[in-house]
């Protein structure tokens, strides 16, 4: 037996000892994920046995460093737990920004202190961060960012507003974009991490077309930051940021995989017409799925290009638009029950309403497409 | 999905270099047409083939082949797409290779395969669209052997081929699987129209009446050819959809190189944003339908239950974006594409050749379709 054989069959055994059955079955809505945080209320026992089993091992984050809260596990032995996981249908035992998102940045960019302090609470779910990126001003154009961090000697003063701010009101802390010099837009923009709970910072939520609130509108009036909350060097947050936001639109790729099975398969389309554009959908999403698996194969072994996850999140966000259209079309006039018990309170026209923010979140699809056409492209003045 | 092997790099390569140098349009494609060559693609190549080894790709290393996969065969036909090198590497190489394995066929034909000598070819169609459940060609038992009745097309290079896999029918009717049967016919047995195409390849349609062959010209099991058959015809699907890909990405290189040379307004017109967005989604595409034709290559060459389902999620998606590479490529051209002169062009016409063989992409939507349940 090989060393990774030996892992499979252990990992097997241990699986099945510590993951719930509870924490087995297929997640029905937003309600059964765990997000962790100082404010978390676990839904049940199981979840939070299964957090704690899973994060007491690291595996929250099987490929971190272990000196960071991870497992420390090769790429080849974190996708034997991801295949085993799935192989007893395993929930993700957490949810979190801190572990797709600025994980990745502060391994990359955080100092050595930042990096002990800030990940393990992270890996155990202990804090759960949102990210402050977008202003009212600034969407597409995100370095046209205004929010003003002052330098006060022993402390930055932040004034200013976000906007989409990723479930502000329930997050611990934010990683979050300011101008520190408005000599140099790119050149002029840090990247700060603080508690929400300062003084100065208020969130209010955002009402969507699909009736649930995941976004916020985030305030900060005098809010006063520590010197040493800053990640990378002062101006140079829009390096930290970029690096990130191509671990973002990789995580919303994912989207395009909606869930792994045929479209077909699942609503029987009894119109030829129908039956024609899901079978040519059905295509384009199992396309989509290989080519998901080649990107992560290519991007563990670094022999994907830097600017990928634009491609990816193109590809991935406009599938899954085109998924819910079909789905709705398909589901007639029950697809369109807005709360009764029948449609699961509205599930399909409220997902396929919700899929339209998925080509706007993270970079719309233009500006997907802008960064390809001038980074893998090349194409003149892009 | 597994990244490519050191190994698998190195043929890549090998290919690549070789088919830039000695299958270019100007060498191969535009020579054997403005010579009028009704083979359509040159002896000599396929000599070479086989002189590097790649005619005996799908060929069993104890009978003398590389004995290699489905996913080695793809490297060489997106090399051979981008190219659009003529050459019988997919249909004999590939499709009739895979149809005689393990039988006496292959003890006579591969040898001559081995050192391009011999062009082979496979005849399934009898109608204009794909649909080899419904071959109706009659193989009516005669004492010792068979006699032929009825009709196929586009039999690709069935004209030059020294012998032809034909599908025929022992029993039963039009639609079922069973009764179908894998026939060797020589050269010179059926009556041959040989027909020239969009892209300058050239065609067959084969006539039968009262063809009479020996039962050893059966390959295979009587009445059982389906499984025989769809092997084949599966390797040779998984194969075009890496040549499509590979005329895409000919096609799209070739684009986007014109978009940063040709000026209009006194501005690149790769700089144009209306362009940008067509082109970065094209590039996506491409890369998703590579994608699509590596994985379906390598559940083949693992036999994995869900190859034929990708085998088809592969050749639709592939045929799909190598069209709008074309599409786009021509568009983006201008007046230039539209002229003889220039490749691009050819491009699109392989592409519409190359789409329709062994099942359009409306065949293989509506057979993912059927093998999703629905």
């Known amino acids: ?350 997902e396929w309403l919700r899929s339209k923010g998925n080509s706007i979140e993270g970079g719309t699809s233009e500006i997907q497409l802008n960064i390809v056409a001038k980074h893998i492209l090349g194409l003149p003045g892009a | 999905m597994t990244l490519l092997t050191d190994d698998q790099k190195m043929l890549q390569e090998t290919a690549a270099s070789f088919l830039a140098d000695e299958g270019t349009p100007a060498k191969q494609l535009r020579h054997w047409r403005d010579t009028e060559c009704d083979d359509g693609f040159g002896h000599a190549l396929w000599k070479q083939f086989g002189e590097l080894g790649l005619t005996g790709i799908a060929i069993p290393e104890d009978q003398g082949g590389l004995g290699l996969g489905a996913t080695e065969a793809a490297l060489v036909l997106e090399e051979i797409g981008r190219n659009l090198t003529p050459s019988p590497f997919l249909t004999t190489g590939i499709v009739a290779a895979k149809a005689i394995a393990g039988t006496a066929h292959a003890d006579r034909w591969y040898p001559p395969i081995l050192s391009g000598e011999a062009v082979l070819a496979v005849a399934i169609d009898e109608s204009p669209r794909h649909a080899p459940e419904q071959t109706v060609l009659e193989a009516k038992r005669q004492g010792n052997g068979f006699v032929l009745n009825g009709s196929k097309q586009f039999v690709v290079q069935g004209a030059s081929a020294d012998m032809i896999v034909t599908a025929a029918r022992t029993s039963g009717s039009s639609g079922e699987r069973s009764g179908l049967t894998l026939f060797a016919v020589p050269r010179g047995a059926a009556e041959v129209e040989n027909v020239h195409l969009a892209d300058s390849s050239w065609a067959a349609r084969l006539a039968f009446a009262n063809v009479e062959l020996d039962a050893d010209a059966v390959i295979g099991e009587v009445d059982d050819g389906w499984v025989r058959l769809t092997a084949g015809l599966d390797a040779g699907r998984a194969g075009a959809a890496a040549e499509l890909v590979g005329v895409a990405a000919g096609a799209s290189k070739m684009t986007f190189d014109y978009l940063k040379q040709r000026k209009q307004f006194g501005k690149l017109i790769g700089e144009f944003q209306a362009i940008q967005h067509r082109a970065a989604h094209l590039h996506g595409e491409i890369e998703i339908a590579r994608a699509a034709a590596l994985k379906a290559a390598q559940l083949i060459d693992s036999g994995d239950e869900r190859a034929e389902l990708y085998v088809s999620v592969a050749k639709a998606k592939a045929a799909d974006v190598a069209s709008l590479a074309v599409r786009e490529g021509v568009q983006m051209h201008g007046g230039i594409g539209m002229t003889d002169e220039h490749d691009i062009g050819l491009y699109m016409k392989r592409e519409a050749v190359l789409g329709e063989l062994f099942g359009d992409v409306y065949y293989h939507r509506n057979r993912v379709a059927e093998l999703n349940g629905y």
């Not at chain 1, 976004?215 to 006063?224: L, S």
Request: glycine share 10%; aromatic share 10%.
């Open chain 1, 1 to 350: 037996m090989t060393d990774l054989d030996t892992f499979r069959t252990d990992t097997r055994a241990w699986l099945e000892a510590n993951c719930p059955p509870e924490m087995r079955q297929p997640i029905r809505s937003e309600a059964d994920i765990c997000w962790g945080g100082r404010n978390w209320t676990f839904k049940s026992d199981a979840q939070r046995q299964w957090l704690e089993a899973m994060a007491g091992r690291g595996w929250t984050v099987a490929h971190w460093p272990k000196d960071y809260g991870g497992g420390g596990l090769s790429p080849a032995e974190a996708i034997v737990l991801k295949e085993e996981m799935k192989r007893i249908g395993a929930r993700s035992p957490l949810m979190s920004f801190g572990i797709s998102m600025l994980g990745p940045a502060l391994l990359k960019f955080g100092t050595e202190e930042q990096k002990k302090h800030y990940l393990p609470q992270i890996a155990r779910g202990e804090i759960r961060w949102c990210q402050g990126y977008s202003e009212p001003g600034a969407g597409s154009d995100l370095a046209g960012l205004q929010t003003k961090a002052e330098d006060k000697g022993d402390h930055w003063l932040i004034n200013g507003q976000k906007v989409w701010t990723s479930y502000a009101d329930k997050a611990d802390w934010i990683f979050c974009l300011v101008r520190t010099s408005t000599e140099s837009k790119q050149g002029g923009i840090s990247f700060l991490l603080f508690d929400m709970a300062t003084p100065g910072v208020s969130t209010k939520p955002i009402l969507l077309i699909s009736g649930s609130s995941p976004f916020c509108e985030t305030f900060f009036d005098d809010v006063k930051v520590p010197k040493d909350q800053i990640v990378g060097d002062v101006n140079r947050g829009w390096d930290v940021a970029k690096y990130l936001l191509g671990h973002e639109r990789e995580m919303i790729s994912e989207l395009g995989l909606g869930g792994g099975g045929s479209l077909g398969a699942a609503t029987k389309p009894q119109d030829p017409l129908l039956r024609a554009e899901i079978a040519a959908f059905d295509v384009d999403a199992l396309a989509f799925a290989a080519m998901s698996e080649r990107f992560a194969a290519m991007w563990k072994a670094g022999e994907a290009h830097p600017a990928s996850p634009s491609m990816m999140k193109y590809a991935g966000t406009e599938l899954n638009k085109r998924r819910n259209e079909l789905a709705i079309a398909a589901g007639g006039s029950e697809a369109l029950e807005w709360e009764s018990e029948r449609s699961k309170n509205g599930k399909p026209v409220r």
